[in-house]
């Protein structure tokens, strides 16, 4: 089935620092979903890309798909500490558009 | 609003017992999915439902089962609990218009 990597699982930053994470996957992906889970939460959707080099932002967050659709970005401008949770991304299996398979994600400390 | 909602929040129970997590939306989503979060492995996929009477393996099935008998539901049951299986439990559904997944507030299940 598809794999898509996320690494490191951990990072901590301080307060007003900026963050960058990545996903990336062997094969060429159709679409890509981030999701951020709140410690004791669930996981929400944030965004999802589609198009070769797009870019969105929500915020403080820059979300982007490479060239080739093989690899995601997330950067996180001036973290708060707000922005703790793991986040995940999120990609759809080969031939099953429904059905997504998520990355290991990335928990995120922030030291105020 | 339209809403999913999982039950029970939080289940202690013993090796060897048949335990159900019952899950439900409004949304009239097709697509249904269960995950299960263990720390160090992400979300993994369990079982999935592209629509009534439909129901597929995902990645880690063993020992689960799954039935859809209307649209809104989509219960999971463990015939014989494993120790193995402590675990929290996620249950989704898929918007088909977005690809975007709506969380539960998840199940944690302790196999003693």
């Known amino acids: 089935g598809q794999q898509v990597m996320q690494i490191p699982q951990y990072q901590h930053v301080q307060e007003g620092e900026d963050f960058t994470t990545y996903c990336n996957s062997s094969?060429?992906?159709?679409?890509i979903q981030w999701y951020k889970q709140r410690p004791g939460g669930h996981p929400v959707f944030l965004i999802q890309l589609v198009k070769s080099g797009e870019v969105k932002k929500q915020k403080r967050l820059t979300f982007q798909f490479g060239e080739a659709k093989k690899n995601s970005s997330l950067h996180i401008t001036a973290t708060q500490t707000t922005d703790v949770g793991t986040y995940f991304c999120?990609?759809?299996?080969?031939?099953?558009?429904?059905?997504?398979?998520f990355g290991k994600g990335i928990t995120l400390s922030v030291r105020p | 609003d339209a809403e999913i909602t999982q039950s029970p929040r939080h289940k202690i129970t013993e090796t060897g017992r048949q335990v159900t997590l019952a899950c439900h939306q409004t949304w009239n989503h097709n697509n249904m999915f269960w995950y299960r979060q263990d720390l160090g492995h992400g979300l993994r996929l369990i079982h999935y439902?592209?629509?009534?009477?439909?129901?597929n393996k995902g990645e880690v099935s063993d020992g689960y089962s799954v039935s859809r008998s209307n649209t809104e539901d989509l219960p999971l049951t463990l015939e014989s609990a494993a120790s193995s299986q402590t675990s929290v439990y996620f249950c989704?559904?898929?918007?088909?218009?977005?690809?975007?997944?709506?969380f539960g507030e998840g199940s944690r299940l302790t196999v003693l």
């Open positions: 094969t060429t992906l159709s679409n």
């Open positions: 439902s592209y629509g009534v009477h439909d129901t």
């Open positions: 989704a559904s898929r918007d088909r218009y977005t690809g975007e997944l709506f």
């Open positions: 999120a990609v759809p299996n080969t031939g099953a558009n429904s059905k997504l398979t």
